[in-house]
């Protein structure tokens, strides 16, 4: 008779636990890209020219490749990350064909910005599973998206890519139930969105360094008696006061063991300092500058000198 009493405790027990059991969701956030403004910050001009999905699921022969949703979502996903840190102008590549007709309907002519840095990714993996977990009185089903994502980060003056890596991300989702009561594990699409964007911010913080690593540049406009002119304006950060190291361009050798021709540093020539900044968009944004040098500037070969910024 104790024995029945104390099973039926036990059994009592196990209810009001299980009454009390709520569907609980695990989700490993992907680190915060935005950092401390250390110092001025010059935006890059970047663009995205396109993502992919290279996974099994994509290669698929009913999978259609000109509206591909998974992809779409990454490079939605990594251009929001890139914005939300402020260090960059983003450009529309993947939609540049529609934004180009549009223009024409309009009879508006369309000058697409030229980029300094262009980043080409993919999806190459991704994949939902569903465990579970069967005991006397409760059960556990946990299910389970994982996705990677390569990127590469190309240097558009070169051609070069200066950053390739691939992050993995995870998220899963689990119930519990006791007795028949407790939370059910439906199929839930945003764990592909979890998964997906803590892959992406393993190296938003990366492509972050590689393009601030290298000095800011830009070049001559105009260098006349009437107003020295450099491109850049407020838009990427430039304001008055700013200050940069006016360059002489280095010589160009080429590598016999590449094939590849390689410009030597140049020689600092003097500065110029910011006094005025104008233009309605990055594209027509400009700045007025006075310049201070020994070596004076040759207004009619421009192009043998560049502006960069002094890290």
Do not use: H
Request: glycine letters at 10%.
């Amino acid at each position: 008779m104790r024995t029945v009493r104390l099973l039926s405790v036990t059994v009592l027990a196990l209810f009001v636990v299980s009454a009390y059991a709520q569907r609980k969701t695990t989700v490993v956030e992907a680190p915060s890209t935005s950092a401390e403004q250390t110092g001025k910050v010059i935006k890059r001009k970047v663009a995205i020219g396109r993502f992919s999905n290279e996974t099994q699921y994509g290669k698929g022969i009913f999978y259609d490749k000109n509206n591909d949703p998974m992809g779409k979502q990454a490079l939605d996903i990594l251009s929001a990350k890139l914005a939300a840190s402020g260090k960059f102008i983003l450009l529309e590549r993947n939609d540049l064909a529609a934004l180009l007709e549009e223009c024409q309907k309009n009879e508006e002519k369309s000058s697409p910005i030229g980029a300094d840095y262009m980043i080409i990714g993919s999806i190459t993996e991704f994949g939902r599973k569903n465990v579970g977990k069967n005991g006397v009185f409760s059960s556990t089903k946990t299910q389970t998206v994982d996705a990677a994502v390569a990127i590469r980060l190309v240097d558009v003056s070169t051609g070069m890519i200066i950053y390739s890596d691939e992050g993995k991300g995870k998220a899963e989702i689990t119930a519990k139930t006791t007795m028949g009561v407790g939370g059910q594990v439906d199929y839930d699409a945003s764990l592909a969105d979890k998964a997906i964007s803590e892959a992406i911010g393993q190296l938003v913080e990366n492509i972050i360094n590689k393009c601030t690593d290298k000095p800011w540049r830009t070049y001559f406009l105009s260098y006349d008696n009437d107003a020295v002119i450099i491109g850049g304006g407020s838009s990427q950060g430039l304001s008055v006061g700013d200050t940069f190291n006016v360059m002489g361009k280095g010589k160009k050798v080429k590598n016999p063991q590449t094939g590849m021709t390689i410009e030597l540093p140049g020689k600092q020539l003097g500065t110029v300092t910011v006094i005025a900044t104008a233009g309605d968009t990055p594209e027509t944004e400009y700045s007025i500058v006075t310049y201070n040098g020994d070596t004076p500037i040759d207004g009619e070969k421009l192009s043998d000198y560049y502006i960069i910024q002094n890290l």
